[in-house]
């Protein structure tokens, strides 16, 4: 009996890659099972100090991105001996990964990607996994789809419920149990009690936090002392009747060389414009996101401890910098333009390869493996759901040869 622990980016791929193959599976997820529309209703919450996105519901953080789908870390993780070139053309065919039709590039993204262009910047359509027949344009893809237009690791839960898989949900895992260094059960917390089941193979996708607090407890107590998340600010103006607000998000990118650029609505802009009147259909904004150093750390409750190194507050200064420019290209009043505060999103590197789990993603325990962001050796800087399905991927077809 195989555990998998999570269902997001890497919980719900595996799960749907074994029980296809007839392995009997058990998927354990902390969150309830609810409708994408209402993911919104799941975000977790941590210290003040840290403004962090995740959710804990079915499909995880899945459920509120942006659908987003790049490569990234491709030389690094062949320093570890992982080539993702096969998985990454499986898992792209999956999920339907391509450049939205113009159809569904609204009229702020389109001056997003003219005025890159005129700038000489390296830009482009975001490549997605989104279905255009069925998205309705609503610019509500961080709030969990009304449509069910986006992909999600919940589709692929299904799927492996279909094919057999057991899902229990609300349940937290709270620790790997191992006998003679080997994995024999997890033990878990349901409507607060607790529970042990017996298992021979544990698969912690609870993300880079909640997988990181499973792995202490078990004995890895190295998790989580190093983590990075990806700092982001939103740069934003007036520009009159734009309607940017209900256009599909993030649609458009920019690669700089220490940044990423993609156009992003932020009903946070309003406040610092001096006019009255304005609504959320006259702002244009940019969302600037940068690799950070993995400085910080996850403490035993599950919080996490940021430091913002130099290079990460020079780097999001570049990035505001070139979105200004932008924003000012494409028509935005220059007397208007400013910044939300810095948050962060995209946790991982808590559990990384070459140093917490080996190139097959196994712990120190036998038959523990990690397949979340945790995994990640560094950060990508990058939008990483289409590495983590390919890693999970790549692991699925390990499990199922081994
Ligand atoms: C608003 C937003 C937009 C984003 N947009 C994009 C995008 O467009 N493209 C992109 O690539 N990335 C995007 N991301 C980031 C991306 O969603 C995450 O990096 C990715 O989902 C991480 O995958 P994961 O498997 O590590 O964790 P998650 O997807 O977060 O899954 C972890 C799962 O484990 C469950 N869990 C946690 N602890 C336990 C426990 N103890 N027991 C049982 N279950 C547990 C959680 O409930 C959750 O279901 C976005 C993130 C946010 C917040």
Known sequence: MVVIVGTGAGG????????KENIPIIIIEKGPYIKSKDAFNYYDKYSEDVDLLTTTCIGGATLVSMSNMVRALDSELHDYDVDLTEAYEYVEKLVGVHQLDDSHIGKGTQLFLDAGHELGLETLKMPKAILEKECIQCGMCAFGCPADAK??????VDEAVENGATLICEAEVTEVLKENGKVCGVKLIKEDKEEIIEDDLVILSAGAIGSTLILRKSGI????REIFFDPFVSVGGYIKDINFNTEVQMAGLVIGKNFVLSPHFSSFIKANIPYGGVTDSDILSIM???ADECKG???DNGDVVKINTINDIRYLAEGTATAGFILEKAGVDPTTIGSTVYRGAHPGGTAPIGKIVDS???TEISNLYVCDASVLPIS?????ILTILALAKRLADYLINK
């Open 12 to 19: 719900g791929i595996l799960a749907r890659e074994l029980a």
């Open 151 to 156: 992909w999600s690791g919940k589709d692929f």
């Open 221 to 224: 107590s190295e998790a989580g």
């Open 288 to 290: 600037v996101k940068t």
């Open 297 to 299: 750390y996850v403490d």
């Open 360 to 362: 097959n993603l196994q």
């Open 380 to 384: 990508p800087g990058k939008p990483p």
